[in-house]
């Protein structure tokens, strides 16, 4: 009689992504915090999350198209608007506007920056509640 030990390779199971929010508030008048703000979710992204930045109130500002213009405006070296938010596109981080907000400005879809969604504000408090993490600006 003889024995066989069968050796059962299994697949490694694929790591599930986090899942990462930015909330931004903050517009054309503070356009630092705007960068600052894709700048993370693009980080986050990179860091194996999948980010989004949700935009409320001035936030809108962020993806309005053509709204922010920084190009030829800042020293050589530094990151523009423009920079960060093409940076952000290409590694896949999602922009949503509050459905308020654009209701409220007059926004629609053709409005915004390619790919930007406006959704209902329940998405901000899904993110906050089971999200992995959240950033604020």
Known sequence: WVMRKERIMAEPAAKKRKKFAVQLSSGMKDVGKIKSAIMFATIAQCSGCDAVVYCVQDGADAVIKGKIKEEETLPPGVATFEQRLADALAVGVKFQLCQQV??????TKEDLIEGAEILGGIHLINYALEYDGMLFF
């Open 102 to 107: 654009a209701v409220n400005r007059g926004l």
